[in-house]
Nanobody
């Protein structure tokens, strides 16, 4: 069992940066791949980035590649998403997720946080 709480969301102007954090609890955290997804009202949840349990492999959606960086600190049970060069289309609720593999599929993740709102103004 892994429980996650996201933080760091907020309002930022286009071109700005935000760093999202995901605090995880549970003894199995370091054995799980971790990911970030995002969702806007009326649309399906969208994959953003994922990282393997050791942190050696990261996967990104094409829409954020080169702008976002996912990282993790297993000693602190933390996962981060550094978001740079933000665009209005990045506006969404961002969710942290834990699963068995660092893949893009929503159904591969067993545990989810409650989400944090990111709003990018133009």
């Amino acid at each position: 069992q892994v429980e996650m709480v996201e933080s760091g969301g907020g309002l930022v102007q286009a071109g700005g940066s935000l760093r999202l954090s995901c605090a995880a609890s549970g003894r199995d955290f370091s054995s799980h791949a971790m990911a970030w997804f995002r969702q806007v009202p009326g649309k399906e949840r969208e994959f953003v980035a994922a990282i393997s349990w050791r942190g050696g492999n990261a996967v990104y959606a094409d829409s954020v590649k080169g702008r976002f960086t996912i990282s993790r600190d297993n000693a602190k049970n933390m996962v981060y998403l550094q978001m740079n060069s933000l665009k209005p289309e990045d506006t969404a609720v961002y969710y942290c997720a834990a699963g068995r593999m660092a893949v893009t599929l929503t159904r591969a993740y067993d545990y989810w946080g409650q989400g944090t709102q990111v709003t990018v103004s133009s």
